[in-house]
Structure formats: structure tokens, C-alpha cells
T-cell receptor, first 113, second 115 residues
Framework: GENVEQHPSTLSVQEGDSAVIKCTYS??????FPWYKQELGKGPQLIID?????GEKKDQRIAVTLNKTAKHFSLHITETQPEDSAVYFCAASRQGSQGNLIFGKGTKLSVKP | NAGVTQTPKFQVLKTGQSMTLQCAQDMNHNSMYWYRQDPGMGLRLIYY???????DKGEVPNGYNVSRLNKREFSLRLESAAPSQTSVYFC??????????????FGPGTRLTVL
């Protein structure tokens, strides 16, 4: 079946450095790719998303790139801050009867001051 | 504007007991979802409702039932809880009915333990 693989599962960076999280997907029909941030004890919150008609999208320190040919997309966080520490999930849309999004297993990002 | 709210926040059940998790949204969204989150497994869809009056199975529906009570409310019921249903449950909603391309907004979650 369709799946989304996310790497790395944990990532530790120094404050001010950049962080990159990568996801690959299997369903060639996927056309919507959101990224969620989940802080401890809270629900996931959308931080950025991209649709298949664009290759890159940026919002301040966060950017997402999409390569549909290779079926992968990445989250880039620049100038990381301690409040960026959280678990990040990627997802890809899925057509058909089993619902709408397939989630990756998450990346725990730790930003050390 | 509270967004998506869930009750209760925490619950402990014994095997075989039943309970209903409640979810409500005040964003006038058409679609609502129930997910479970297990360590190392990401989020998996249990059931969803693309519009008032309709519900559909997701990836892991066994052992659960849902009710879309009205446009605002979507409940999840465990008829006979099992330890395998120990998890954190999230409700989410999105505005449209084309569910696979809509932004989803999540509630704070319900942490359920089944002994």
C-alpha cells in the first residue's frame, strides 16, 4: 500500500544552525504535502504545505521543497531557535476510499541553546 | 473561536468497558476526522466524515464506531475497549469536502489507557 517514509527520526542541532527533514512517498497521485509541528502534550499544527504545481514554498525561516519526479519533499528550518524543538510530521495526500493523508512517523527535533 | 475541542483529556478504562470520545469544531468545517497516535507510528486515520450525514472508514477502523451528530460534532465510540486501543486520539476538521487536499486542524487530543 501507499506509505510515507520520513528521515531522520531524531535530529539535534545547535541554535542558529539549519535543520532538514526529508520524506519520500509512494503514491504518484499524491498532490498535497503538509508539514505539521507537534509540541509535547498538544495536537499537531500545520506549519507549511505545498501542492504539486509548485516546487518550493517559503514562509520566513521555514521552507519546503518538492520533487515530484523523485517523489520526495523536504522541510528546511533556518536559524533554528529553542522553540523550534518539537516533533515534525510530513504527510502526503491519498486518493481513494481510505481517507486523505498518509503521515510519516515523525522527526523529533531538539535545538540546543 | 476555540477551534477543535475534545473531551475528555484523559481516560482510563478496564478491558471490556465502553466509552465515547467527543469532538466539536466551531469553524463551520464540513469534514471531520478521528486519528490515533501510537509511539513510532505517526498518525493513523480511524474514521472520517466528509460532510454532515456521511461517515467512512479510514486505515484502522476495527473496534470503533463514529457518529456525525451534526455539522459541529463528531464522536468516536469504543464499544468494548481492548488494551490495543491504548493510544492518544486526535480529532481534526477541514473546511471542504474534497478531503485529500484540505488543510486539517487538530484538537488537543485524548490520552486513553485501557488496562
Amino acid at each position: 500500500g501507499e506509505n510515507v517514509e520520513q528521515h531522520p527520526s531524531t535530529l539535534s542541532v545547535q541554535e542558529g544552525d539549519s535543520a532538514v527533514i526529508k520524506c519520500t512517498y509512494s503514491d504518484s497521485a499524491s498532490n498535497y504535502f503538509p508539514w505539521y509541528k507537534q509540541e509535547l502534550g498538544k495536537g499537531p499544527q500545520l506549519i507549511i504545505d505545498i501542492r504539486s504545481n509548485v516546487g518550493e514554498k517559503k514562509d520566513q525561516r521555514i521552507a519546503v521543497t518538492l520533487n515530484k519526479t523523485a517523489k520526495h519533499f523536504s522541510l528546511h528550518i533556518t536559524e533554528t531557535q529553542p522553540e523550534d524543538s518539537a516533533v515534525y510530521f510530513c504527510a502526503a495526500s491519498r486518493q481513494g476510499s481510505q481517507g486523505n493523508l498518509i503521515f510519516g512517523k515523525g522527526t523529533k527535533l531538539s535545538v540546543k541553546p | 473561536n476555540a477551534g477543535v475541542t475534545q473531551t475528555p483529556k484523559f481516560q482510563v478504562l478496564k478491558t471490556g468497558q465502553s466509552m465515547t470520545l467527543q469532538c466539536a469544531q466551531d469553524m463551520n468545517h464540513n469534514s471531520m476526522y478521528w486519528y490515533r497516535q501510537d509511539p513510532g507510528m505517526g498518525l493513523r486515520l480511524i474514521y472520517y466524515s466528509a460532510s454532515e450525514g456521511t461517515t467512512d472508514k479510514g486505515e484502522v477502523p476495527n473496534g470503533y464506531n463514529v457518529s456525525r451528530l451534526n455539522k459541529r460534532e463528531f464522536s468516536l465510540r469504543l464499544e468494548s475497549a481492548a488494551p490495543s486501543q491504548t493510544s492518544v486520539y486526535f480529532c481534526a476538521s477541514s473546511s471542504g469536502t474534497i478531503i485529500h487536499t484540505d488543510t486539517q486542524y487538530f484538537g488537543p487530543g485524548t490520552r486513553l489507557t485501557v488496562l
